[in-house]
């Protein structure tokens, strides 16, 4: 299968079922998320910083441990967004959901990386 990273057929099919981009709307829902659950998102970036100071302090695999603790905690809070998004309730171990897709992000982090 070949791919055309240029066509843009995708794009003009989602406009025509009445996609339409609004950076407002999206930064207000994110806002809206974030004051729903403002704890859980202010205590997850506390123990984000926390984690990622103690790993950049532990010589020779500090490089490598960063990556590994926060490719899978980037992704956190797109985990808990989601779920809020479904109307589903949340819990603060969700924001470690990452972890159940630590090969994948790895992987994709890695030929990112690579291909940059």
Known sequence: MEYDFHSTDRIDATIERGYTFSMSDYLNAGWEFFKNQAVLFV???LVYL??????????????IGR?????????????????????????FNQFFGGFKFLGQ????????????
Do not use: D, H
Request: proline share 6%.
């Open 50 to 63: 926390a984690g990622s100071a103690v790993i950049n302090m532990i010589p020779i695999v500090g490089g």
């Open 105 to 116: 992000l790895l992987l994709a982090s890695l030929v990112t990386g690579l291909l940059s």
């Open 43 to 45: 205590v997850f970036i």
């Open 67 to 91: 990556w590994i603790f926060v490719t899978p905690l980037a992704v956190g809070p797109g985990i808990v967004c989601y779920q809020m998004a479904k109307g589903r309730s949340v819990e």
